[in-house]
């Protein structure tokens, strides 16, 4: 290894705390140096290349170093690079709040944030305070999905029922209640997509007793991402959906991951032909190049908190870079882009193909089970007969020396690529996939 390199790993390591991460792993496998990237692709220290066949951490839907959306940003930054939103506004992003508002022509109120966690706690905080506002003081408890993931800030913690994420702050969370059983598919085929009539009996049971007292269900719609890539039925999308209108109590839908054609829709509330009541955007909404979100919510919502200042009903929420010039500019561009080049079809061409190369890997490797898709994410299980193996992060090293980042969430293997990929970039995946799976001794 060159010199330069190797002093810039071991100040890595000496200096660096990478993000979700127990260090001590990196005392074996060292951090790939990155140079540029492309595409489906980044470009590494020695020359070589490795396949992006998570969109980095489901951020890069229209791939790296698209030439539109630098181009936009160029643009942006020959004019100004931030401006305080308190009290100003500017053409960048009145355009893109306008664009947004037409996802789900009811959520036409736009408020920003940074990142993808900080929108479910808007959402959090907005419809506790809206409930205060119309007088339900008692609507002050939170229900979210077993198995979800909303975020490592504490209210969005407080939402999510994975326990590693989670349990070494409970002293500092609210109680939320978990909503089970989840009638998972494998994907838009299962009979279950279209009628879970009988899971369903069982969660309104569950969920009678908070009729009175819920403020709002917290949901990943459709695809549960951290939870282990887990898809789970349109019909149950939808009864929730009219259970929670029955009752006077919101639904946040965190789009974090899903928005922006992932699931082969814009949206994946449009799977059930639903509207949330607040929708939250993130990771795909600049494609990945900077840090931004925004939660979307209706004038119903709106008109609660606006009044005079002496009332007391100002939702006093900032980020300091919310809204940031730059960052709008690029999501401006990624719509445009979206819109141009069809990509939602795109992505459910592209989740046929992912499908159906996922099925191969699983026939010829004979380790890996649960094969499941939507859209542009297919996914599979690994047979691990050893509970303690970290044997989702041995294929992980392994695929990382044969040229493809697929980081595997526990024992589940899956593909989030760019939903730009092409054929031969799939195919690639798929080859490296299927020898870095031979390659780990069962």
Same mark, same amino acid.
């Given at each position: ?10 100040? +890595? ?9 127990? $260090? ?5 496998l060292k951090p790939v140096v ?20 998570? !969109?980095?951490?489901?951020?890069? !839907? ?33 355009? %893109? ?30 419809? &506790?305070?809206?409930?205060? *506002? ?7 408890? @939170? ?13 969005? *913690? ?48 569950? &969920?009678t007793p908070f009729k009175d ?9 459709? %695809?549960?991402?951290?939870?282990? $890539?887990?898809?789970? !039925?349109? +019909? ?17 839908? +965190?789009?974090? $991951? ?8 814009? *949206? ?9 009541? @607040? ?34 009903? /100002? @939702?006093?929420? /900032? ?34 193909? &992912? ?12 380790? &890996? ?7 542009? $994410? ?63 001794? @069962?």
């Open positions: 290894m060159d010199k330069v390199i190797a002093n810039l790993i071991n100040e +890595d390591i000496q200096h660096f705390w990478h993000p979700c991460a127990q $260090m001590k792993d990196y005392e074996t990155v140079t540029g990237a492309s595409e489906s692709y980044i470009h590494l220290h020695d020359g070589s290349k490795i396949i992006d066949g998570i !969109s980095s951490w489901w951020c890069k !839907s229209l791939g790296h170093n698209h030439p539109r959306l630098k181009a936009a940003l160029k643009q942006q930054i020959d004019k100004f690079e931030h401006v305080m939103l308190a009290h100003t506004t500017n053409e960048t992003i009145v355009n %893109l709040s306008a664009k947004l508002a037409q996802l789900m022509p009811a959520l036409n109120k736009v408020f920003y944030a940074s990142d993808g966690a900080n929108a479910v706690e808007i959402a959090i905080k907005m419809s &506790l305070h809206a409930h205060k *506002l119309h007088g339900n003081n008692h609507r002050k408890h @939170f229900l979210a999905l077993s198995n979800s993931y909303h975020g490592e800030t504490l209210g969005a *913690l407080s939402v999510s029922d994975l326990g590693i994420y989670r349990e070494a702050y409970q002293e500092l969370l609210f109680n939320s209640n978990f909503i089970t059983p989840i009638p998972y598919v494998s994907g838009t085929h299962d009979p279950l997509w279209n009628n879970c009539e009988t899971q369903w009996q069982q969660v309104e049971a569950m &969920l007292s819920a403020a709002a269900i917290v949901i990943e719609p459709i %695809l549960q991402g951290a939870g282990g $890539m887990k898809i789970y !039925s349109q +019909d149950f999308l939808r009864r929730l959906r009219t259970w929670t209108q029955q009752h006077g109590i919101h639904l946040i839908a +965190d789009e974090i $991951m899903t928005g922006f054609g992932r699931s082969g829709k814009m *949206l994946a509330c449009e799977h059930a032909n639903i509207q949330p009541d @607040f929708l939250c955007l993130g990771k795909g909404l600049t494609s990945g190049w900077l840090p931004m979100s925004a939660m979307l919510t209706s004038d119903k919502i709106y008109d609660l908190f606006y009044d005079d200042y002496e009332r007391g009903k /100002s @939702f006093l929420h /900032s980020h300091t870079f919310a809204g940031n010039a730059l960052a709008a500019s690029v999501a401006l561009e990624t719509l445009a882009i979206m819109d141009d080049e069809n990509i939602c079809q795109k992505a459910t061409t592209l989740g046929e193909l &992912l499908h159906k190369a996922m099925l191969e890997v699983a026939e010829k490797t004979n380790r &890996l089970t649960n094969v499941r898709s939507i859209g542009a $994410m297919a996914a599979a299980d690994l047979i691990n007969d050893d509970p303690t193996r970290r044997l989702g992060f041995e294929v992980y090293q392994q695929a990382m020396q044969l040229g493809a980042l697929v980081r595997p969430i526990g024992n589940t293997l899956y593909w989030l690529p760019p939903l730009t990929m092409d054929l031969a970039t799939l195919e690639e995946l798929q080859k490296i996939t299927t020898n870095a799976i031979m390659a780990v001794n @069962f």
